[in-house]
């Protein structure tokens, strides 16, 4: 099946809107309760008397739903072959219930693997702003792609 | 209320064993299905077609799971303040269904802030493994801490 980008497709400098999100309440809690209860992630009070300020989302919860973006709005109609890592994750803002979260891409660096020339690296940059314009998160993404000669 | 681990205790070189937690074929999907819904973390054929080998956890869910073993070992008892973000994240190899992962802790160095002299910043390396005792998933994660002798 053919897929919409390939490596060759991924040019350092492109830019991708991947669309929004807001984050409820309700997300917010459950998603720490699971994953990272630390009190200003679960209780108003408790975020309130923290740096944060608020009730605040986890920071995974946060890239998590940035990779959402990120496999609705390019990954799923490529060749995408999963990622080795993150190279620098920083959480900028926090990001507090109603926030309306919007991501985009771009494409910093390419190379094709010598080990295995069938695939491609390429390291993309996410930024996560929230619906004031703030960056809230940036990371830095290398991940496989394979190449659109040696597709099928 | 008095913590256990306020910026004082956590010297560079201590280690923390934070217990573990099996993965359900589930709780990949589930995981998946909300923030990483590509083919190889939801689908057993799909993962076995790709570089992964099988039906693997998404990246994110690997984190998340280690976030709240350490959420549960070390920071609900101590003066954690949050996290300015990830320095280097690295998944080494895919976690299956039904792996068992454990996680540790160690304090890597800590410092405390100037423009805040209540608080310290604290690098913590996580290593998660399997149950055959393979690292899959490694990060530096700098955290603030208060600091005792500053605290209530």
């Given amino acids: 099946m053919t897929k919409r980008f ?13 669309g929004n999100h807001t984050v409820s309440r309700e997300e917010i809690i459950e998603f720490a309760s699971e994953f ?4 200003f992630h679960l209780d108003d009070e408790a975020g309130k008397a923290s740096i944060l300020g608020g009730l605040a989302c986890s920071g995974w919860h946060t ?8 496999a609705l709005g390019v990954l799923n109609d490529s060749s995408c ?16 219930a109603g926030d309306t979260l919007s991501a985009q891409m771009e494409v910093i660096s390419a190379r094709v693997l010598r080990s295995r020339p069938h695939l491609g690296m390429v390291t993309m940059r996410l930024e996560t702003r929230n619906q ?18 040696h597709a099928a």
């Fill in 6 to 18: 390939y490596y060759e497709d991924l040019v350092p400098g492109l830019t991708f809107d991947l």
């Fill in 36 to 39: 990272d209860p630390q009190p």
């Fill in 63 to 70: 890239a998590s739903i940035t990779m959402r973006l990120l």
């Fill in 81 to 96: 072959q999963g990622s080795p890592g993150i190279e620098v994750l920083k959480w900028r803002k926090p990001v507090f």
């Fill in 132 to 149: 004031n314009g703030t960056l809230v998160m940036t990371y830095d993404n290398p991940t496989l792609f394979a190449r659109r000669e």
